[in-house]
């Protein structure tokens, strides 16, 4: 038997060589998995400085679900085009699957975002340029997933960027910063579907076998399972926990951990601008998901009818995360974070007006009627939280290690 306990990556350099390869091909793809992307290139190896540690230490924390029984998973990247990203699970082995042509698009739209963060705001320094950032179609059109960048040009850029794994370059973040930060929000987000339950409880309810983040697979009229809510709210409730997770684990390595991209940068980081890279990330994944549904439902649709969360509400849980984490690491970065990540979102507009709408759900001192509006519906949803935890209980996992702790008490 294969073993892939704890949280296993087939990381493209190590190719068939790893344990994680031969457990794909002898079960996975016999079971219907996509095979690997495993190309050995600059942006396989950004994936590689991104995830690394992340992955590590969500392994050493030793999740078990109430039966006792460890968790056990793959990730990798696939060569499938039509993968974006999802969550499966084959046999006891929860599958996170990312799509290769998927991280192509998210390098061009990182690359396209450039003029933009050359304009944003630093602490104590002038911006480069002050003349409001070009719009750019091509930007918008990745936002909408209506065009594709080639993998010649995807590979291009990430060779332009900092050496991956390089340490205390002394140099600024830009656009690879916000990739890292994207590739971290989506895999921690599919992560903690596996690890929250959500996976075996829609495998259970509604016997669909992958959790797609795009896929009509999701779209469904009518209860889920046996639960008695509609499947649009409990679809969307199960994406914000993922989000919270994937929110809190990020943004508690990027102030309290480790950040890979601060590694590159440093050996200091500031970290208000850091914070504002990170909430631009955080426009990108909701906005991309938030159009990829509008694509699925259609125009006419309301934006609680998906099953994502309308992007406001889920832009604002992002925020309001972060916020508390800022907040119990020094209270002066909040708002600090706060009026720059304000001001940032009008250039990040004028770029594209896919980000538009966000502007109304930036927190600055006071909540607007649109984050009031937003926050009844949060709690419309949650009164599905008693009956959807006590369901997901089976299926879900807990840590029973903390890593930290343990170097602590080796040092």
Request: one cysteine or more.
């Amino acid at each position: 038997m294969i073993d892939t306990s704890g949280v296993n990556v087939l990381w493209p350099h190590q190719g068939q060589e790893q344990s994680e390869h031969t457990w794909l091909v002898t079960v996975g793809e016999p079971a219907g998995l996509p095979p690997p992307y495993l190309e050995d290139n600059a942006l396989t190896r950004h994936l590689l400085s991104a995830l690394f540690f992340m992955s590590l230490e969500l392994s050493h924390r030793n999740h078990v679900n109430p039966r006792a029984e460890g968790f056990r998973s793959v990730a990798y990247v696939a060569s499938d085009p039509s993968i974006t990203a999802c969550c499966t699970k084959v046999g006891d082995t929860h599958v996170v699957i990312v799509g290769v042509q998927w991280l192509f698009r998210l390098v061009g739209l990182c690359d396209r975002l450039r003029p933009a963060l050359a304009r944003r705001p630093r602490a104590g320094r002038p911006v480069a340029d002050e003349t409001p950032a070009p719009a750019s179609e091509e930007l918008t059109e990745l936002l909408w997933g209506r065009t594709d960048i080639e993998a010649a040009e995807a590979l291009a850029i990430a060779e332009s960027w900092p050496e991956a794994g390089a340490e205390s370059l002394g140099i600024q973040m830009d656009a690879w910063t916000v990739f890292y930060d994207l590739v971290r929000l989506v895999f921690m987000h599919e992560w903690a579907h596996a690890l929250c339950g959500h996976v075996g409880l829609f495998q259970q309810e509604l016997g669909v076998m992958r959790f797609h983040e795009s896929s009509v697979d999701r779209a469904s009229e009518g209860d889920f399972g046996q639960l008695g809510f509609p499947t649009s709210e409990v679809m969307q409730c199960l994406e914000m926990h993922a989000d919270e997770f994937s929110v809190r684990a990020n943004v508690g390595e990027l102030l309290y951990g480790y950040d890979p991209a601060g590694r590159v940068a440093g050996p200091k980081t500031d970290l208000i601008d850091r914070m504002l890279l990170y909430n631009t990330a955080c426009c990108v994944f909701t906005v991309i998901w938030a159009l990829d549904e509008l694509k699925l439902q259609g125009d006419e649709a309301p934006a609680t009818a998906g099953t994502h969360p309308p992007v406001g509400l889920r832009y604002d849980r992002f925020r309001n995360f972060q916020r508390q984490f800022s907040a119990s690491y020094n209270p002066q970065l909040v708002s600090a974070v706060d009026a720059f990540s304000f001001g940032f979102v009008d250039t990040l507009t004028d770029a594209s007006g896919c980000f538009g709408g966000l502007a109304g759900w930036t927190p600055m001192l006071a909540r607007t009627p649109a984050m009031k509006s937003h926050e009844a519906y949060e709690q419309y949803l949650m009164r599905i939280g008693p009956v959807l935890w006590e369901a997901i209980g089976e299926h879900a996992f807990r840590p029973t290690a903390d890593p930290r702790a343990d170097s602590d008490d080796d040092a």
